[in-house]
Nanobody
Framework: QVQLIESGGGLVQAGGSLRLSCAAS????????MGWFRQAPGKEREFVAA????????YYADSVKGRFTISRDNAKNTVYLQMNSLKPEDTAAYFC????????????????WGQGTQVTVSS
């Protein structure tokens, strides 16, 4: 069982930066692949980024590539999403998720989810 708690969301102007954190409970955090997803009002949840259990490989949606960076600190049971050059279209609730095994782009394949943190980017 893994519990996930996101933090770091807020209101920022376009072009600004935010860093989201996702703190996980459970001694087996380091064995899970982690992902970030987002969901805007009236839209489906979409993949943002994912990272292997070792942190050695990362994956990004085309819409955030070059602007967002996912990382993890297994000693702190925490995964991060550094978001730079934010755009109004990045406005959404952001969720972290965990799954055993390899990384995945599919929200359905993740086993555990946090409650989400809101990111609002003003123009």
């Amino acid at each position: 069982q893994v519990q996930l708690i996101e933090s770091g969301g807020g209101l920022v102007q376009a072009g600004g930066s935010l860093r989201l954190s996702c703190a996980a409970s459970g001694r087996t955090f380091s064995s899970y692949a982690m992902g970030w997803f987002r969901q805007a009002p009236g839209k489906e949840r979409e993949f943002v980024a994912a990272i292997r259990w070792s942190g050695g490989s990362t994956y990004y949606a085309d819409s955030v590539k070059g602007r967002f960076t996912i990382s993890r600190d297994n000693a702190k049971n925490t995964v991060y999403l550094q978001m730079n050059s934010l755009k109004p279209e990045d406005t959404a609730a952001y969720f972290c998720a965990a799954r055993s095994g390899i990384t995945s782009y599919s929200a359905r394949s993740y086993d555990y989810w946090g409650q989400g943190t809101q990111v609002t980017v003003s123009s």
